[in-house]
């Protein structure tokens, strides 16, 4: 499935829950972590409950952020997960610091019957990015995402406007994903007026290996789809790459040329990226 753009949404606000589903997000979480005050947890629980029982089942993947996976994370599960007719398609699980708390999450799950949601593990911590092998690696992980603010007061850092401090983070997490043949989804655009800002970093983050991007606003959906969706060039390239690797296969030939470049295995592999992500956004 292809998850380019994840709209978070306060698990405490139903009206809001109803109208990201609507955004062209490939996903939505429904926060119950970081947009509900404390007092208002168990509230919020009821509203994710009835909105997921409530809303239509076409449309975007319905994901749940959970309290970090201690008492109130393990009811958080119980509530979205044990007492709803339609469970989320994933569960994200913040400030993930090693694969026992991903595990006991998945083993959860599984006792609830839900063994088929995903998990989407949160880097947010220096343990979590050391750690981030072992937890992408964890059977039942679909995705890792990075979460830059909390890492980047985790480890005491100075947040600039180049990303410098949290480029080692970024790259540990698309390696480890990559290994694991998960996900990995970046983090969040805190500026939510600054759409060519947030198109230049999603550029970057594609560029880097991202496979999607978590928003916090509607208008940041169509930005970060965009930048996770080939172009036509890409896509005349990859096709061309493609065809000239079935002559090839035909010639029994290892390396061919399309407009002069060389193509070895790894780029049509990037020619297979660029198809497959074409196809999962629906213009192919």
Known sequence: MVRRSLLYC???????????????????????????????????????????????????DRCVRINPYSRRGHADVEAVVGEVSTPPNAVALPKVDGPDTVEALVDHLAELG?????????????????????????????????????????????????????????????????????????????????LDGLREQAEFVVDIGFDGKLAIHPDQVPVINDAFTPT?????WAEAVLDGQARADDAESGVFTVDGQMIDPPLVERARTFIERAEAAGIR
């Open 232 to 236: 036509t060039e890409q896509l005349e």
């Open 114 to 194: 839900a063994a088929d949601v995903d998990v989407i593990p949160l880097i947010e911590t220096a343990a979590g990015v050391v750690a981030v092998e072992e937890i992408a690696a964890v059977p039942g992980v679909d995705a890792v995402a990075y979460g830059d603010q909390d890492f980047t007061a985790d480890i005491g850092a100075t947040v600039t406007d180049d990303k410098t401090e949290s480029l080692y983070a970024r790259q540990r997490t698309v390696v480890a994903a990559a290994a694991a043949g998960v996900d990995a989804i970046d983090t969040v655009f805190t500026d939510i007026g600054a």
């Open 10 to 60: 306060p698990g405490d606000d139903r009206g809001m829950m109803e109208n990201a589903v609507e955004t062209g997000a490939d996903a939505v979480i429904f926060d119950l972590e970081d947009a509900v005050a404390p007092a208002a947890k168990d509230g919020a629980r009821a509203t994710v409950r009835s909105a997921l029982d409530g809303l239509d089942g076409g449309g975007p």
